[in-house]
């Protein structure tokens, strides 16, 4: 593959790739309803290095094999930094139109657990999260927009290389 084949395979591969990250944000979002939601998420969660594995091996077929292994590398990282780049949009959608105090459930939740847990308060950690919520230090939806779109292109990356090697040892160069 030419630089320009991976760059073009890896957005167009992108695409389903930030639909299926996307529906593991919502599926997580939302198991705040429904509990069955928090398993499906995370059976998506488990599924992602196959998911991410069928993308690049598909591509490497359709260019009959001959793909080396930087190149490989350099499509998986492409397909999830277009993925990222569609889930942290639609999660910044999310959490700044359509459930704006989400990040404020959750941290008085997290507060609500770790005093159930420690009712001694031993940790303090409690306390802690009291006064990032009291000195309004929140992450916004931007921030966890962006921290998440920095984290699943990272560990995609490494996904990647793992992924690159296993389809060039399982479709060798023909």
């Not at 695409?15 to 996307?22: A, D, E, K, N, R």
């Not at 591509?59 to 001959?66: A, D, I, P, Q, R």
Request: net charge neutral; aromatic share 14%.
């Amino acid at each position: 593959m030419t630089p320009g084949q991976v760059y073009r395979e890896g957005a167009y591969k992108g695409v389903p790739m930030g639909i299926y990250l996307t529906l593991i944000f919502l599926f997580t979002v939302w198991s705040e309803k429904s509990s069955l939601l928090s398993l499906a998420g995370l059976a998506m969660l488990c599924y992602t290095p196959f998911f991410a594995y069928r993308l690049i091996a598909k591509t490497h077929k359709k260019y009959f094999c001959t793909s080396d292994f930087a190149s490989l590398w350099m499509l998986g990282i492409s397909i999830f930094i277009g993925g990222s780049m569609i889930c942290a949009l639609c999660s910044y959608a999310y959490l700044q139109y359509i459930d704006s105090d989400f990040i404020y459930r959750q941290t008085v939740n997290a507060v609500e657990l770790y005093r159930e847990l420690d009712p001694g308060n031993s940790s303090g950690i409690a306390e802690v999260i009291d006064t990032v919520i009291d000195n309004n230090m929140l992450p916004t939806p931007i921030e966890v927009a962006v921290e998440m779109l920095w984290m699943t292109t990272f560990f995609g990356s490494l996904l990647s290389m793992l992924l690159s090697a296993i389809v060039r040892k399982r479709h060798p160069k023909q």
